[in-house]
C-alpha cells in the first residue's frame, strides 16, 4: 500500500498546483473561441506566424492544414477578452494576419459560442464516465467483480493523474488532448487485463498456493512483456514531442504522463487492490 500512498502524495502536489496556478487551462472546444482557416501566398513557419500574433497579445495555436504546397493553415484562439463576442475576436486577428501579410486569404472561419463550448465540456466528462462504467460492468461479467475493481481504480488513477497533469504543467485542455487521455484510458485497461489474465491461468496451475502468491507470480511473469511494451510505445510518442509543435507537442506530453502513470499502475495500483478485495472478502 505504500505504492498507493506514493501515488496520492504525486496527485495531491499537481491538485495543489493546479488550484494555485488558478486552475484548468480549457481550449477553444470546451470556452468558445475563432478557428480560421488561411492560406499564405509562399511558404510560411507556423511558429512565425504563431510569433507574430503574441506582439499583439493573441495567444493561439497554429498549424498546417492539407498538402503542402497549397500553404494552408488553421488558426485558433480563445476569445481574446472576457465576455467578448467570437466575431469581434474572429476581426481582430483576421487584421494582425493581414496587416503582417497582406497576401493573405481567409478560406474559412468558425466560431464556437461559451455555451457550446460548455455544453461540449460536460458532454466528454459524461461519455468518459459512461465508458468508465460500461468497461467495469464487462469486466466484472467476464472475470471476477475483484479484477474489474482493480482496473477502474487503476484507469481513474491514470485519467487522474493525466488531468491533473495538464494543469501541474498549464498545458491547454483541448478535443486532441481529451484524445490522448482516451487513449491512455485504453492502453491501461490493456496492460491490466493481460496480469489478470495471466492471474487466472495461474490459478489452475499454481491451486494450492496463496492467491496473493499467484498474484506475486503473475506480476512477474507479465513484466517484461509490460516494459517492452510500454518502452516501444514511449520511444513513439518521445519522437512526437520532439518532433512536434503546438498541440501535437502538448498531446505527446500528456501521453508520455499517461504511459508512465499507466506502467505505474498496473503493477502497483490495480494488483494490490485486487489483493486488498480478496483478502477482504475472504476473512
Known amino acids: 500500500m505504500d505504492r498507493i500512498g506514493f501515488s496520492l502524495i504525486v496527485l495531491t502536489l499537481f491538485s495543489v498546483t493546479t488550484y494555485l496556478k488558478g486552475g ?15 492560406q499564405f501566398e509562399r511558404p510560411s513557419d507556423p511558429g512565425d506566424v504563431r510569433k507574430e500574433l503574441e506582439k499583439h497579445g493573441i495567444k493561439a495555436d497554429v498549424q498546417q492544414y492539407g498538402r503542402e504546397e497549397l500553404h494552408e493553415f488553421i488558426v485558433s484562439s480563445k476569445l481574446l477578452e472576457r465576455g467578448e463576442s467570437s466575431e469581434k475576436s474572429s476581426d481582430t486577428i483576421k487584421s494582425v494576419l493581414s496587416a503582417a ?4 486569404k481567409i478560406l474559412a472561419t468558425e466560431t464556437v459560442g461559451p455555451a457550446v463550448g460548455d455544453f461540449l465540456k460536460k458532454s466528454a466528462v459524461k461519455l468518459m464516465l459512461i465508458a468508465l462504467a460500461l468497461m467495469g460492468l464487462y469486466l466484472a461479467f467476464r472475470f471476477e467483480l475483484k479484477y474489474s475493481a482493480g482496473v477502474m481504480v487503476a484507469v481513474v488513477h491514470d485519467v487522474l493523474m493525466a488531468f491533473l497533469f495538464c494543469g501541474f504543467m498549464g498545458v ?26 495471466r492471474v487466472r491461468e495461474n490459478l489452475n496451475i499454481h491451486a494450492k498456493s496463496a492467491f496473493g502468491q499467484i498474484l506475486n507470480i503473475s506480476v512477474t511473469q507479465t513484466l517484461a512483456r509490460t516494459f517492452i511494451t510500454s518502452l516501444t510505445v514511449l520511444f513513439c510518442v518521445l519522437s512526437l514531442y520532439v518532433i512536434g ?39
Open 245 to 283: 509543435e503546438g498541440t501535437i507537442s502538448d498531446f505527446a506530453l500528456v501521453m508520455l504522463a499517461g504511459l508512465i502513470s499507466g506502467t505505474y499502475s498496473t503493477i502497483y495500483i490495480a494488483a494490490p487492490v485486487v489483493l486488498w478485495w480478496h483478502n477482504a472478502r475472504s476473512e
Open 101 to 104: 501579410y497582406p497576401t493573405i
Open 172 to 197: 491547454e485542455i483541448n478535443v486532441p488532448i481529451v484524445a490522448a487521455i482516451l487513449t491512455i484510458f485504453g492502453y491501461s485497461v490493456n496492460d491490466t487485463i493481460v496480469i489478470f489474465d
Open 24 to 38: 484548468f487551462t480549457w481550449g477553444i472546444d470546451f470556452i468558445g473561441g475563432v478557428k480560421l482557416t488561411v
